[in-house]
Structure formats: structure tokens, C-alpha cells
């Protein structure tokens, strides 16, 4: 049995999944690389079985076809024997100090007999160009280097979520939650965060700069073209995430809070991407999805549609239009995403 389990996939990943890999097998024996090869038709399947051989007590080589992102996270859930799962797509890294601390925290809890359902650290965006990185963290939102549970959560900013990037969720809790992502579906790993939220009762936050997320290749699922060429798949991972979170009771005012926080900002995404693109056949998708919410729960929808999110992205006419994406653009310039 492992400590934690990375999942990686991969798919045409030959020229920057080596970077990946390098920067987690720092983590010695008490981690494991599954390197899942997505149907990838360059050298990825090469180089995953080259570092197999390597370390053959650290890294796996898993090959598939084609499924898509999730599909290639849910075959790392099933292989995983680490206590503690991390996804880390190929094209990111870790940062060697927060690794360190990460592990020590992670085994500190392991030997104690501690069971802690989520770890969370902060992530960093390596903007290609940028001079400027910026850090993503939950020192306003959450308690610092201490076991807590929802009832200890503040309120989080605007605009501010549990990513991917940021969290370490315990590997039998995946599980147990039955998390199964969209095979050939781009943005799943929204779901992967959202879905396992009601079953996570205790939480830790490192304030440590792990997570180095790449931004700036063109074939990237979050440049914003390709967004506005998926949409589709945008919306349908809005809507799985709508079904989800009405069809939930949720004794925790905290976590619904956080859950409907969490919705409306991936609402205001996909609200953001249809008047980006402004094709009437968007907008009117745009239109539908808020139309769907509230068909789903209008007590949901009132709320979210009521929060200064749900207001700024229903601005009426062209000019409140002009004035959303403007709010975009300077959020973007500001933060650094896409």
C-alpha cells in the first residue's frame, strides 16, 4: 500500500509529460505515478513504459484507448493503492518544498491513525509570458494547518473555488461516493471536485505553493477558443453538476453554501463563454441553461441567480452584455486564467 497515489494522464503528452513525472517521483516509495495512457498516437505509450521500467515500484504504465480526461482519471481511481489520490495532468508539475511538506503532513496523519478526508493546498498559475504569477490560496475561507469540517468554513470570495489543482482527496472516499466522470468530455474535473463534497467530513489546508498549473498552449481545453468551440460540453457539465446538487439534502448549511458558491461560478463560466462567442444559437443556451436551473430547483436558482455572479452575467441587452465581458477581461488580466 502507498501513501498517495498520483493519477496522470496522458494523451500526446511526448513533449512535456516527462517534466510531470520528474517532479513526483521525489515523493520515493511511499508514492505511486499511474501513467495513463489515453489512446495517444505520438511516443506518450513509449515514454510511459520507459519510466515503468525505471521505477518499477513507483510508476505503472495503464494504456487505453481513447476515453477522454475522465475516462483516464476514472482508470486511475480504480488502479489506485495509495491511501491518498492526487490528479496531476501531464502537461503541470509540483513544487519540490510543498511536496515535501505535503508528505510529511500526509504521513504524520497516516501514522497517528487519523483519517482525513481532504487536504488542501494552494495551486499557482504559470502563465506562458507572464512575469506576474499568480497564487490561488484559502487563507481568508479556511482554518490553516489544523483538522477541520464544514461547520469552520467562511464564506469564500467571489470568484474563489476548490479546483483540481488544490486538493488531495482520500482514495476510498472516491469510491464510497461512487465518482464516475464523463468519458470524452472536456471541464469533468469540475464534477471530480463537486461530487465528493457531501461525503467529506474533515479537511486540512497547507498554505504551501504546490501546484504549478501551465497556461499559454493553444490546444489547451481552457484557452478560451476552444471553450467557445466546446460549449456544449461546458453545459453538460453544468447541468450534471445542477442535477446533482438538487437532487442532494445537505444537512450542513456550510456546504450548501459552499456547493451553491461553487455552482454559480461555473454557471457564470459557461454564462461568460456564450456571450464571448455572442452566436445567437449560444445565447439562446445560455438562456435555456438558467431556464433548466430553475426548472430543477427554483429555490436554487433564486439563490444563485439573486447573487451578485448570477446578476453580473443576466446584465439585460447588448450593452449589459458589453459590460459582463468587460468585468471578464479585467478578471482575467487580474488573475491570470486562460
Not at 192 to 197: E, G, Q, R, S, W
Request: aromatic letters at 14%; one cysteine or more.
Amino acid at each position: 500500500m502507498k501513501l498517495l497515489s498520483f493519477v496522470v494522464p496522458c494523451y500526446n503528452s511526448q513533449e512535456y509529460m516527462r517534466h510531470c513525472i520528474d517532479t513526483l517521483l521525489a515523493g520515493g516509495e511511499k508514492v505511486e505515478i499511474l501513467i495513463v495512457n489515453d489512446g495517444s498516437s505520438d511516443h506518450t505509450a513509449d515514454i510511459a513504459n520507459e519510466y515503468e521500467k525505471k521505477y518499477p515500484s513507483i510508476c505503472r504504465a495503464i494504456h487505453q484507448e481513447n476515453k477522454g480526461h475522465g475516462g483516464a482519471v476514472n482508470t486511475g481511481i480504480a488502479n489506485a493503492s495509495g491511501i491518498y489520490l492526487k490528479v496531476v495532468d501531464s502537461d503541470d508539475w509540483v513544487n519540490r518544498a510543498a511536496y515535501d511538506k505535503i508528505m510529511e503532513t500526509l504521513s504524520d496523519f497516516y501514522d497517528k491513525g487519523t483519517v482525513l478526508d481532504m487536504l488542501l493546498a494552494n495551486y499557482v498559475y504559470e502563465k506562458q509570458g507572464a512575469k506576474h504569477k499568480t497564487v490561488i490560496h484559502y487563507r481568508h475561507a479556511i482554518p490553516k494547518e489544523k483538522i477541520f469540517r464544514w461547520s469552520d468554513v467562511k464564506r469564500f470570495p467571489i470568484g474563489q473555488y476548490i479546483l483540481m489543482h488544490s486538493v488531495i482527496y482520500r482514495t476510498a472516499l472516491l469510491r464510497e461516493c461512487g465518482l464516475k466522470l464523463p468519458e470524452h468530455t472536456f471541464y469533468v474535473d469540475n464534477i471530480y471536485v463537486f461530487k465528493p463534497l457531501p461525503y467529506v467530513k474533515t479537511m486540512y489546508y497547507l498554505d504551501v505553493n504546490f501546484y504549478r498549473y501551465f497556461i499559454g498552449r493553444d490546444d489547451q481545453s481552457v484557452n478560451e477558443a476552444n471553450m467557445i468551440k466546446r460549449i456544449d460540453q461546458q453545459f453538460y457539465v453544468t447541468k450534471v453538476m445542477i442535477d446533482y446538487l438538487a437532487g442532494f439534502q445537505l444537512d450542513s448549511k456550510p456546504l450548501a453554501r459552499y456547493m451553491r458558491h461553487y455552482l454559480s461560478i461555473i454557471m457564470c463560466i459557461s454564462s461568460i463563454i456564450a456571450l464571448k462567442s455572442g452566436k445567437k444559437e449560444h445565447l439562446k443556451m445560455k438562456k435555456e441553461l438558467w431556464r433548466y436551473l430553475y426548472d430543477q430547483d427554483k429555490q436554487l436558482y433564486r439563490k444563485i441567480r439573486h447573487s451578485i455572479v448570477g446578476f453580473a452575467v443576466n446584465l439585460p441587452g447588448y450593452g449589459g452584455r458589453k459590460t459582463t465581458i468587460g468585468i471578464y477581461k479585467a478578471a482575467r488580466k487580474f488573475i491570470g486564467f486562460n
